[in-house]
């Protein structure tokens, strides 16, 4: 099958637009919110899982997304608030405590950041509107 350059050129640019707004939400789609935060937490878990089995140095990335699971549910529970103060106070909880991340464990500093991680994802993807 062969197509023309401007349907080639066209479907380029589509393409591009596409893949730019993937990672954009809809603040007005609950659905859209939902899908995200439940598509984030298999994700983090299958990696948990498989950096788990590994073992050795792969445990502090296994300690990093199981500490995700949490902040996932949380957020699960309140997409559908008119807005996302109550998930920035969590991030911003975690970002208080990595204030001393210097006197951390390893473990502790990948625990803190892994739930800092899945609370700002969402948080950001709740402020978010696509093509914006």
């Not at 859209?32 to 598509?39: A, G, N, P, R, W």
């Not at 899945?118 to 948080?123: C, K, R, V």
Request: glycine letters at 6%; hydrophobic letters at 35%; proline letters at 1%.
């Amino acid at each position: 099958m062969k197509i023309s350059k401007d349907l080639f050129q066209t479907l380029v640019e589509s393409s591009l637009l596409e893949e730019k707004n993937f990672f954009k939400g809809d603040k007005k789609d609950l659905k859209d919110l939902s899908t995200f935060v439940d598509k984030r937490s298999a994700g983090a878990k299958k990696i948990e899982k498989m950096a788990s089995d590994k073992g050795g140095f792969s445990l502090l990335t296994a300690v990093h997304f199981k500490a995700k699971e949490v902040p996932y549910k949380v957020c699960a529970k309140h997409a559908g608030d008119s807005d996302s103060s109550f998930i920035k106070e969590k991030a911003d909880e975690c970002f208080e405590k990595l204030k001393n991340w210097d006197t951390m464990s390893q473990r502790e500093f990948q625990h803190v950041m892994g739930q800092l991680e899945a609370y700002g994802e969402f948080y950001i993807r709740s402020k978010e509107d696509k093509g914006q």
